[in-house]
């Protein structure tokens, strides 16, 4: 959800507002979800008796989540409610698409970190590590053709 809502500007042929809205929202429903999977697996730790927050995976995570909250919250009220002056939304543009990419490409490394983190603890045959590490090569190219569609001109 999180990408597409990167590539809402891009990728929805509407007004401006409309591809606000549609940013906005599909930002609001991928911090839900990484909020509902981060309250998940503190269950899941807390069940099994197991430590939470000792691998790089689980701080990256973490920090992957806060930083996307911290970054809908002050957006919300930089450019919807009640919005700040068209001058001051102007010069925070190119620092809020910045954080945005940032913010992606740490989910993406959390994303990375959890399939190594799942490969070296799992008794894996060759095969289902292969699988593993294919997945891990498909996020990569993933990220990268997100960030392609970011950085490039828009053709019309």
Do not use: D
């Not at 894996?124 to 090569?137: C, K, R, S």
Request: charge should be positive; include cysteine.
């Amino acid at each position: 959800v999180n990408q597409a809502a990167i590539m809402a500007y891009k990728a929805v042929p509407a007004r401006k507002r409309t591809q606000k809205g549609v940013h906005l929202v599909l930002h609001l429903m991928s911090l839900a979800a990484g909020i509902v999977g981060i309250i998940v697996i503190f269950k899941v730790h807390r069940e099994a008796g197991t430590a939470n927050m000792q691998t790089l995976h689980s701080w990256l995570g973490i920090s992957t989540i806060s930083l996307h909250g911290l970054q809908w919250v002050f957006a919300f009220f930089a450019y919807c409610f009640p919005g700040a002056e068209k001058s001051t939304r102007a010069k925070l543009l190119p620092w809020h698409s910045f954080a945005g990419m940032v913010i992606f490409l740490l989910a993406i490394l959390t994303a990375e970190t959890g399939l190594v983190r799942f490969n070296i603890l799992g008794q894996w045959l060759n095969t289902e590590a292969y699988i593993v590490n294919f997945i891990g090569l498909l996020i990569l190219l993933y990220a990268i053709s997100v960030s392609l569609t970011v950085i490039l001109p828009r053709s019309y």
